[in-house]
């Protein structure tokens, strides 16, 4: 079973620190994963801020409905030893 998305805090830019349920944390940039019309309003840095963690979906969303699976988030997680 894929560990739960817990928390999301953001770092600089288009960088974020995800921490998930088994322990494992560590920054994530996102900035070249914006691609497509659903991901053009978080090219924005101001609007990019505006995440949340939903807890339902185990990720991250933004008001526009654009959100990453947990799974591509864990699997590109760069854990911070």
Do not use: Q
Request: glycine share 6%; proline share 5%.
């Amino acid at each position: 079973m894929l560990p739960r998305l817990i928390d999301a805090n953001y770092v600089d830019r288009f960088t974020l620190y995800l921490c998930f349920s088994d322990g494992s944390e560590g920054e994530i940039d996102l900035e070249g994963e914006l691609d497509g019309e659903i991901f053009e309003p978080l090219k924005d840095i101001f609007y990019f801020k505006n995440f949340v963690v939903n807890r339902e979906l185990h990720t991250i969303t933004w008001p526009n409905g654009a959100d990453f699976s947990p799974e591509f988030l864990y699997d590109k997680l760069k854990v911070i030893a």
